[in-house]
Each structure stands twice: as C-alpha cells, then as structure tokens.
C-alpha cells in the first residue's frame, strides 16, 4: 500500500515529457518496468486491497448485510480501473525515467538478470 501511494504522488507531482526529450531514456525506462515486473507488482498490490477491504468490512459489521459488500466491490472496481496498468503504464515509465539515469536502470536491469536478481524476484512477492 505504501508503495502506490508513493507512487501516486510521484505521478501527481510529475511533469513528464521524458519521451520527447530523450527517447533512449525513455526506452530503458520502458525495459526497466518490464524487468522488474511492475506491472504484476500493480495487480498484487490491488489484489490485496480488494481482500483487506473485504476482511475489513466482515470484521467491522459480523453477519453485514450483502449491500455492504457490494459497496465495496464496486468502489473496488473503480480504483482498479483508475490504477489499471493499461491506463498509467506510461505514467510509470515516464516517473521511472525521470526518477532514475539511464546506468542507475542498466544496472538494475543487469542484477535482474542475474541469478540473485531473478530469485530476488521470484521471492518479492512473498516479501510484499
């Protein structure tokens, strides 16, 4: 949770035009979400968000009525839709290119490559 919240406000405090200015940038940063995953990170991340709200809501009111339950998965739906990575795929690439140089991405890039970044990666989750 912590992590799209940042991540949020990265996206609303970012004037991105990293694209135009800098197309190779741009691509290692198109590369470097990839890489590392982020778009599962973004659907783990709203996956649990959908389960705590849930958990929430049936602790909070034992034996609550089905409206309640619905209320929360429609407005699920609404951030799920809002944070979808379709919609802000290019938002990430933009922050992770304005956030990061272009050796800082290669290098990170190359240890996921790596046999401890790949079980680095296999294991975020858990971790998350």
């Known amino acids: 949770m912590r992590k799209v919240i940042l991540t ?12 135009a200015q800098d197309p190779a940038r741009y691509r290692v940063a198109e590369e ?6 982020l778009e599962k990170t973004i659907d ?5 968000m959908r389960k705590r709200m849930t958990e929430q809501i049936k602790m909070m009111h034992p034996g609550s009525d089905p409206t309640q339950l619905e209320a929360a998965d429609k407005t699920m739906a609404v951030i799920e839709a809002e944070m979808s990575w379709d919609r802000l795929k290019e938002d990430y ?3 992770y290119a304005e956030t990061f ?7 990170i890039i190359a240890f996921y490559h790596s046999p401890a970044g790949k079980a680095f990666a296999a294991k975020q989750p858990e971790l998350n």
Do not use: H, P, S
């Open 8 to 19: 949020m406000i990265a996206l609303g405090t970012c004037i991105c035009t990293t694209e």
């Open 93 to 95: 690439i933009k922050v």
């Open 101 to 107: 140089t272009v050796e800082e991405m290669n290098g």
């Open 44 to 48: 783990q991340t709203l996956g649990m």
């Open 32 to 37: 470097f979400v990839k890489v590392i995953d």
